[in-house]
């Protein structure tokens, strides 16, 4: 599957991420989800973030993201609508400078 490309049942997947200029979602009880939080913080970006755990489809949102390419499926962020990834694309892009591309 297209790292951008929605299943028809999303369970809201799509629309959280279209709808917010930075867009993670986490779990609660996610130490890396945390750490991904802050590092927007920290860059003077406040993301929107979503605990899936919260979410009584948290389950079928884990396997949205999963089939979109993040493993493991949180962190997830999307920015501007577009997945970036998790940590490990996140983290590539932030020390490559490449992460914010609306920062300057």
């Given at each position: 599957?297209?790292?951008?490309?929605f299943?028809?049942?999303?369970f809201?997947v799509?629309?959280?991420?279209?709808?917010?200029?930075v867009?993670?979602?986490?779990?609660?009880t996610?130490?890396?989800?945390?750490?991904i939080?802050?590092?927007?913080?920290?860059?003077?970006?406040?993301?929107?973030v979503?605990?899936?755990?919260?979410?009584?489809?948290?389950?079928e949102?884990?396997?949205?993201?999963?089939?979109?390419?993040?493993?493991?499926a949180?962190?997830?962020?999307?920015?501007?609508?577009k997945?970036?990834?998790g940590?490990?694309?996140?983290?590539?892009?932030?020390?490559?400078?490449?992460?914010?591309?609306?920062k300057?």
């Open positions: 599957m297209e790292r951008n490309h299943p028809p049942s999303d809201g799509g629309r959280l991420a279209s709808q917010n200029q867009m993670i979602f986490t779990k609660s996610c130490c890396m989800c945390h750490t939080t802050t590092l927007f913080s920290r860059l003077g970006i406040k993301p929107t979503y605990e899936i755990d919260h979410d009584p489809n948290a389950r949102m884990e396997k949205v993201l999963t089939r979109l390419g993040c493993k493991p949180v962190p997830a962020v999307f920015i501007s609508g997945l970036v990834g940590p490990n694309e996140v983290m590539t892009r932030h020390l490559n400078g490449t992460l914010i591309p609306f300057k």
